[in-house]
Every structure is written in C-alpha cells, then in structure tokens.
C-alpha cells in the first residue's frame, strides 16, 4: 500500500521521476500491471504499468530509492544498497532508532541530517539510509513541535489510528467494524521512542533526544485514512493559551522556506470549529501533507490538551518520505 502510495504521489512531480521498480524474486520480470493488484483510487498510471520490475539488489537501480519494504526484509536490503552507493530514504521502521541514521520531518529537525557523514564512515557506505517516522509518531510530533519553545516536560498522547495504517487487507472486517482495537503491535513503544529522537538536539555528532516523558496509547478504529491524536502536555514555562495559539499559527520550517515542491504552504493549521479537525474533512486537505490541530484547552491533569490529526498514508508515510528527499536535494546531498 506505502509503494502504491509513493507511485501516486510521484506522479508529475517536478524534481524526481520514477523509472525503477524493485520487489521480490516472486515478482522480478514482470511489468508492474501484471505483478500487483492496485488498491488505491482509480487505476495504476499509465507511467508505470508497464514497467518491468526487477529483482530488489544493487544493480540497474537510480541513484535515489524509496523504500516500502517489509520489517522481515528490510535491512539487508536497504543496507546492500546504501553500501552500493545509493540514496535509501526509507519508510520501513529498521534503521529509525540506530544512532547514527537520521529520522526526519523536515519542519522539525532537519538538522539531524548532518548525522550522514558519520554513518558513512562509520560503516564505510559509499551511499546512506534516511528514514521518516511512524505515522502516528509524524502526526504527534508535527502537533508537538510548535510547543517546543515552551519546554515539554510530559506528554500523554491517546491515538485513534484509521485501518489504512495495517496495510491490505488488513484488519478482519468481523474485528474492526462496530468495534475498537486498543492494540496494535509495538506502535506505542515506537510513538514514545521516536517523538523524542525527533524533537531531540544534534550535538558533539550525536542526538541528545527530548528529556520529556511520553506515554502513548494506539488504537486501531474503522476509519480509512487519517489517524487522530489526543495530546495533553505540560510544559516548563507555563505559557498562556494565547501563547500556544500564535504558536501553532506562526509555526513553519526549512521545506516552506525554500518551497520544496512537496511541502504545504503552513505545515501546522489550527482548525477553530470545536468538533475538528475530523478525518474524513481534513485528512486529504492540502494533499495530505499538512497536520490539523483543533480544540486546544487546558488540561486539569497537565497543562494543556488538544487534538492533532494527520493523513497517515501520505504524511505519516510515502509523502514524508518524498519530502525528507527534496530536502537532502536542497542540501546538495543527492548530487
């Protein structure tokens, strides 16, 4: 689904063209049409249909790659191409916490990128692997990140995960209609671990993740696309709530500063209806790159609560990715 996703989100895109397509032996030598069954709205593009794809090792693959790959599968395959020399931006969840790897959103922290040298000289890459986060953990983070100036202390973030975020087919119809799941699978552990890489500071050649204490709960919930999240938050500084509005409106980062082709004009926007922002009105907004807050208070256990919501396919995944690419493109890292 995140490889269809990347193919769609390609399409037309002004810096990157999509002329290469990797799977399994099951699939190598076929054209792309005859290899998958498309899932997402509308037919596979005509740009790729026909494509032969090819067995997933270093070889006739470009330069840049995004990967979709699988956990089980996943390292070996992306570190036999970044040890060829490639580019390897990454949706897989492998490489995310290892020290030495990059987890971008680009609003965020783009400065992490400057963990690349080292991790070319530490494993003797000619190329490097990039990753972008957990879809829930980009929603919370892109909700967190205008806060950051007021000290986050503790965060307790309640997710309501739409059923696009398993894949396909995903979740049994019998399990998810009428019904919530209150699991899923290592999410909260990583929403924890990664909220703080990403909200951490690059220093003395390493990241000093965020000190704050996260707790997450993850539930899985028959909505299709778009995955919400209840946040409160307790922060050093005890600003007002006026403070923390002009905040979320000023918010903005390196990929609106250069007009990276994939970057929505105002990465957060806060949503004054008090019953928003909704899934199934918001998720799709601004091609599914921008994060919705909505119904900021305070909170009588910490200091403020609100809701964030973000399209998990799309920012939560192969859009992310493709921005964390045009970023490293702007910093002259893909030439």
């Known amino acids: 689904m995140v490889g269809q996703h990347f193919i769609k989100f390609l399409q037309g895109h002004p810096w990157f063209h999509l002329n290469w397509l990797g799977a399994s032996d099951r699939s190598a030598g076929k054209k792309y049409k005859d290899a998958m069954t498309w899932h997402l709205a509308g037919g596979a593009p005509h740009s790729v249909a026909d494509l032969t794809v090819e067995e997933c090792k270093p070889g006739n693959?470009?330069?840049?790659?995004?990967?979709?790959?699988?956990?089980?599968?996943?390292?070996?395959?992306?570190?036999?191409?970044?040890?060829?020399g490639h580019v390897v931006v990454s949706n897989s969840k492998n490489h995310r916490m290892e020290s030495d790897v990059p987890l971008l959103v680009p609003e965020i922290n783009p400065g992490h990128l400057q963990l690349v040298p080292g991790?070319?000289?530490?494993?003797?890459?000619?190329?490097?692997?990039?990753?972008?986060?957990?879809?829930?953990?980009?929603?919370?983070?892109?909700?967190?990140?205008?806060?950051?100036?007021?000290?986050?202390?503790?965060?307790?973030?309640?997710?309501m995960?739409?059923?696009?975020?398993?894949?396909?087919?995903?979740?049994?119809?019998?399990?998810?209609?009428?019904?919530?799941?209150?699991?899923?699978?290592?999410?909260?552990?990583?929403?924890?671990?990664?909220?703080?890489?990403?909200?951490?500071?690059?220093?003395?050649?390493?990241?000093?993740?965020?000190?704050?204490?996260?707790?997450a709960h993850c539930n899985r919930v028959a909505v299709v696309d778009g995955h919400t999240v209840t946040v409160s938050v307790e922060l050093s500084s005890k600003p007002s709530l006026a403070d923390l509005r002009a905040a979320f409106d000023a918010f903005t980062?390196?990929?609106?500063?250069?007009?990276?082709?994939?970057?929505?004009?105002?990465?957060?926007?806060?949503?004054?209806?008090?019953?928003?922002?909704?899934?199934r009105k918001?998720?799709?907004?601004?091609n599914g790159m921008a994060a919705?807050?909505?119904?900021?208070?305070?909170?009588?256990?910490?200091?403020?609560?609100?809701?964030?919501?973000?399209?998990?396919?799309?920012?939560?995944?192969?859009?992310?990715?493709?921005?964390?690419?045009?970023?490293?493109q702007s910093e002259g890292m893909l030439d």
């Open 61 to 84: 693959a470009p330069h840049l790659l995004f990967s979709a790959m699988d956990a089980s599968v996943a390292t070996e395959i992306e570190r036999a191409f970044a040890e060829a």
């Open 282 to 286: 918001d998720a799709e907004r601004e």
């Open 161 to 215: 995960q739409a059923i696009s975020g398993a894949g396909y087919p995903g979740v049994p119809s019998m399990d998810i209609v009428g019904n919530v799941i209150p699991y899923i699978g290592g999410e909260e552990e990583k929403m924890q671990q990664e909220t703080q890489k990403i909200l951490g500071e690059f220093r003395n050649g390493r990241i000093e993740p965020l000190a704050a204490k996260v707790s």
């Open 253 to 279: 980062g390196v990929p609106q500063q250069r007009h990276l082709p994939s970057a929505p004009p105002r990465p957060v926007i806060y949503l004054e209806e008090a019953n928003r922002p909704q899934p």
């Open 292 to 328: 919705f807050v909505g119904r900021l208070r305070p909170c009588p256990v910490l200091d403020y609560k609100f809701v964030a919501l973000g399209h998990n396919t799309v920012r939560g995944a192969a859009g992310a990715a493709v921005l964390n690419a045009e970023l490293m």
């Open 119 to 159: 991790q070319q000289r530490a494993r003797g890459w000619k190329g490097q692997i990039v990753t972008n986060p957990n879809c829930s953990t980009v929603v919370l983070t892109m909700g967190l990140a205008p806060l950051k100036p007021f000290g986050i202390v503790r965060v307790v973030a309640t997710t």
